[in-house]
């Protein structure tokens, strides 16, 4: 039987620093990030699907929109996150990683993927980021 998947991609602004960086990536900046969710499942649905396209919008990218679109992603482990929370409350996120791409799709395949498609019969195999046009990071199971 051959593997069937389908994939869905959002887009959403989001600021952060990565913390040790060797170059000006470790300055505060943003990126305008293009994501690519691929799911799959053990059998299609009735209807002949991995999951209807809505779906994933509903539960991956609207958790994007919720969480990380127009805010600021800072590592817990970064001496700046306390202070850029002060500044900004509802706009900083504290992150238990480095917030490289790498990182950031390692999260959401890990964790975000398993706690928003549970009990769908589901699963979050691939992550790209794309962090700019020319730069991106994949993460598959």
Request: aromatic letters at 10%.
């Amino acid at each position: 039987m051959p593997k069937i998947t389908a994939s869905r991609y959002h887009d959403f602004s989001t600021g952060h620093r990565v913390y040790g960086h060797e170059s000006k990536c470790a300055h505060l900046h943003g990126h305008n990030y293009r994501i690519h969710f691929t799911v799959e499942a053990d059998k299609l649905d009735t209807v002949g699907r991995v999951m209807d396209f809505s779906a994933i919008k509903n539960y991956l990218c609207e958790w994007l929109e919720l969480q990380w679109d127009h805010k600021f992603l800072v590592w817990q482990q970064d001496p700046w996150s306390l202070e850029l929370k002060k500044l900004d409350p509802q706009g900083t996120v504290i992150v238990p990683f480095n917030p490289t791409a790498e990182n950031m799709g390692q999260y959401l395949i890990e964790t975000v993927g398993p706690e928003q498609l549970k009990d769908t019969g589901v699963r979050l195999i691939a992550v790209d980021i794309e962090e700019t046009r020319k730069c991106k990071a994949t993460v598959t199971v």
